[in-house]
């Protein structure tokens, strides 16, 4: 007979906003269904979707909990708020609808919170072996130290841990506080800040890891990351002295290249610090990867990855600072209160 008095374990609700990606879902599904610890709900929020992935959810709904909600298309932070409002769990976590989990992620989740109690978490993401060359690419360059991927790798050393939405949770008492994720791009980095400024304790998990498809072309990837190089303006502009050198990084890296490009025609010299950064990422590539081809494939995503990241910081660090325009400073202090 149960203890009416002994404490229930804690349990996790996996919160999913998904827009037309029913077969990405039906991937994270089959990973819910072999966890090996049992002790959480999975919520997938349709945004809005032409595509829905209903079916996908209700073919694994006797496998494990499972919960289904579609609203209108209103963007991801909101459809991730409509999860949190419909969840039972203790803990609140977040993946992307294009992520694999291990078996063991809750188990070790778990294991993880008992040996160091934090308020949120994040976790580093890494390329399964089924992906596509292209994917092993990129995921090479978002995790790389020889790019900016080493904090999302694991390593801290570059700035103070950041949770990313790929992988990240934080405690119900987290949400009553803050509110929630507000709508925005890079959203994931202007929670993990409100917590922080909150007094929460953030925890890097190295060990609880997901497996993260990211985008499947490096056209896609380049415009993706330089949205994220527009959006690191905005959280300064929300959140003054929150940049760092790490993230100027980028921006230095393409105006540099450029000017070796330009320079060489006069000293052909020049491109050789270029070269030599290029043969890094090549040689490293090979070693990580243990393949010749997707190493190669990933100094093509490295470069993608600074130069996207590089002109969309230097586009709206020149338009929003120095000429300010765009979005300005009146708006981004009322996001930052919550108006």
Known sequence: MDDPGASKPML???????????GEVDDL????????????????????STVSCQPQCDRYAGEFAIKYFYKDNEGRSI???????????????????????????????????????ADCFGGPDAAHE???????????????????????GGKTSMEKFVPRTFNMGFSRRVFEKTGGFREMFSEDIDMSTRIRLDGFKIALFPDVRVYHKRRVDFRKFWRQVHVFGMSRITLQLLYPGSM??????PALFTLGAVAMIIGAFFWKWMLVPLLVYVLALWIWGIISTRSLKIGTMGVGASLVQLTGYGTGFIRAYVWKILLGHGRDLDQEISLRKGK
């Open 130 to 152: 089924s992906f596509t060359d292209t994917q092993k690419a990129i995921n090479y360059a978002m995790t790389s130290f020889l790019t900016t991927g080493g904090i999302r």
């Open 29 to 48: 599904l089959r990973s819910l269904a072999a966890q090996t610890d049992r002790g959480f709900e999975a919520i997938f929020v349709e945004d809005g």
């Open 12 to 22: 996790f609700s996996l919160i999913v906003p998904v827009y037309n990606r029913p």
């Open 244 to 249: 760092k050198l790490v993230h100027w990084l």
């Open 79 to 117: 459809a991730r708020n409509h999860g949190i409002d419909r969840a039972d769990g203790d803990y609140f976590v977040f993946v992307d609808s294009d992520c694999i989990l291990p078996p063991d992620y809750f188990e070790r989740l778990r294991k993880a919170l008992e040996l160091c109690p």
